[in-house]
């Protein structure tokens, strides 16, 4: 699977890409208030690390504190609702259904 075909996919089903300083050589692919990093190899685009939440000017991940689920960058925390998660987790499908190879 070719990288640059993969990211035209994610494109035209309506997902955004961009490029971020701290990360040269990877492209972030973003839904709404949700972004993986992904790094385009031979094989086709690989996922760094899990999708997140975007926190201010980065990725907030999925933890814990005081009992409580939320997504958090090294300066901030975002509360993760039910709905956020669930928006995540959809998210996550869809990037990984539209890099798929297709028969």
């Known amino acids: 699977m070719d990288a640059a075909e993969q990211l035209q996919r994610l494109y035209l089903a309506g997902f955004e890409i961009q490029t971020f300083d701290l990360f ?3 492209v972030g692919v973003v839904r709404g208030d949700c972004i ?3 790094l385009p190899l031979p094989g086709g685009l690989q996922m760094i690390g899990t999708p997140g939440w975007r ?9 814990e504190q005081n009992g409580h689920k939320v997504f958090q960058n090294k300066l901030q925390v975002v509360e ?6 669930e928006a995540l987790a ?3 499908r869809d990037v990984e259904q539209t890099i798929a190879p297709q028969a």
Do not use: C, D
Not at 55 to 63: A, D
């Open 55 to 63: 926190v201010g000017e980065g990725i907030g991940v999925l933890t």
């Open 90 to 92: 959809e998210f996550r």
């Open 80 to 85: 993760a609702t039910p709905e956020r998660i």
């Open 36 to 38: 993986v990093m992904m």
């Open 24 to 26: 040269p050589n990877a």
